[in-house]
């Protein structure tokens, strides 16, 4: 599984940069984000590429698995 | 190679998306000791767009303040949309600007001739508007910062506030929205220069001309749509009027590739500073994801939105569209009882 860490940085940054490791086409990515609006719309890129998301919580820190 | 330094990468945020939430202002506000004249009718405690202070029977001073980090890396092009989103409080209190003050900070990589298209844009553009530039204050900072302090007229009688929406209004919206959406997915290198040009056409057109037809009729409420969103606004004004707003969603004009990009999460933090201050006072159950987005994304420089009673509002759609002004009929307004949501898009 490919990791990402996208904390501190905010939008559109993060929808970047999983868009460039999406180039890859693996199969699973795992992204750390600081904040609501890199969560929700790293979750909307991924699910609009046909990945599924799965958020986990953890003190402000938000970690995105996401499948296909 | 390029070696000026681009504007847009000198600002942690672009235009509107820049201001604080509603929410916070709120809670920053909240408690805060105000003082009555009884010639402030329009003061602190509305969240209304501009204040507007009684000289005489027939005059009133409307006086609101505006400035964000760069939006578009053109410094011409930024002021001109700097201070057209500055002026847009005037003109939806229904006044007209006369006299306004340059706000900026400079950046220390902002060279001389950066600064100076930045002010050749807003004077150029409140001249236009009928107002002049007559100074202003410039500082250094981190990031660069642009608008203006404006002060208009309106006649006492002919206010318009964000609070006086009647059940039976029609509800009109003279810009597009998607602004913010497509700010964003332009950072991200994916938006075509045609589709940029519209936009920046868009963000630099002054709401003097939808304000000039809409005096010519009766009309119960304005406000302009900015940062805040659609949703925002609309949440304030049904508020402030104690009625619900209606949004009928097909009827909502948008940039259509602004749907595309906010399914794929090209949106601004501010839209969901937006959402958080206004989704318990919105009712929104089949309104797809990507619309939503649309319709919480801050707007820069957006259209009034204009509440008037449905006879004269159809009048006033007539003429914009004979006048070449852009408007559309985005929805209605009912009565609101206690458990009904303010705003219902469907």
């Known amino acids: 599984m490919k990791k990402i860490d996208a904390r501190g940085l905010s939008c559109p940054e993060p929808v970047i940069m999983i868009r460039q490791a999406m180039a890859s086409k693996e199969a699973a990515y795992e992204m750390t984000v600081d904040n609501v609006a890199s969560r929700e719309n790293v979750t909307r890129y991924a699910e609009h590429q046909g990945y599924k998301v799965e958020v986990r919580a953890s003190g402000g820190e938000y970690t995105l698995t996401i499948t296909r | 190679m390029e070696t000026e330094v681009k504007l847009t990468k000198l600002a942690s945020c672009a235009g509107c998306g820049a201001k604080v ?55 011409y092009l930024f002021g001109q949309i700097a201070a057209a989103n500055a002026l847009s409080d005037i003109y939806a209190m229904g006044g007209e600007p006369k006299l306004a003050l340059n706000i900026m900070c400079v950046q220390d990589s902002m060279d001389s001739g950066t600064v100076r298209e930045i002010l050749r844009g807003g004077y150029e553009k409140a001249y236009e508007a009928g107002a002049i530039i007559s100074g202003g204050h410039t500082i250094h900072g981190a990031e660069p910062i642009y608008g203006l302090a ?6 006492p009688d002919k206010v318009l506030t964000n609070s006086g929406a009647k059940p039976g209004d029609m509800l009109i919206l003279t810009k597009p929205l998607g602004v913010g959406v497509i700010t964003t997915a332009a950072k991200a290198g ?92 919105v009712s929104a159950p089949g309104v797809s994801r990507p619309m939503l987005d649309i319709m919480y994304d801050p ?29 559309a009929a985005v929805g209605y307004v009912t009565d609101r009882s206690e458990n009904d949501p303010y705003v219902v898009a469907e």
Do not use: W
């Open chain 2, 190 to 281: 994916l938006v075509d220069d045609e589709l940029m040009s519209r936009l920046h056409l868009q963000m630099s057109t002054l709401n003097k001309a939808a304000r000039d037809i809409m005096v010519r009729y009766k009309v119960n409420s304005c406000t302009d749509v900015t940062g805040f969103a659609l949703l925002g606004h609309s949440f304030e004004m049904a508020q402030g009027s104690g009625c619900t707003l209606h949004l009928t969603v097909d009827r909502i004009p948008y940039h259509q590739e602004a749907f595309e990009f906010a399914d794929m999460g090209f949106i601004p933090a501010g839209a969901y500073r937006n959402r958080e201050y206004a989704e318990h006072g």
């Open chain 2, 21 to 75: 939430g509603a929410g916070t202002l709120a809670q920053l506000l909240d408690g805060f000791k105000t003082h009555k004249d009884p010639r402030l009718i329009v003061g602190f405690d509305k969240s209304d767009d501009a204040s507007v202070y009684v000289i005489d029977e027939n005059t009133a001073i409307v006086q609101t303040t505006d400035f964000f980090p760069p939006i578009v890396d053109d410094p």
């Open chain 2, 150 to 155: 404006v002060t208009g007229f309106v006649h």
């Open chain 2, 299 to 327: 707007q820069t420089s957006g259209g009034l939105l204009i509440s008037a009673p449905e006879e004269e509002a159809e009048r006033m759609l007539g003429e914009f569209y004979a006048a070449g002004v852009f408007a």
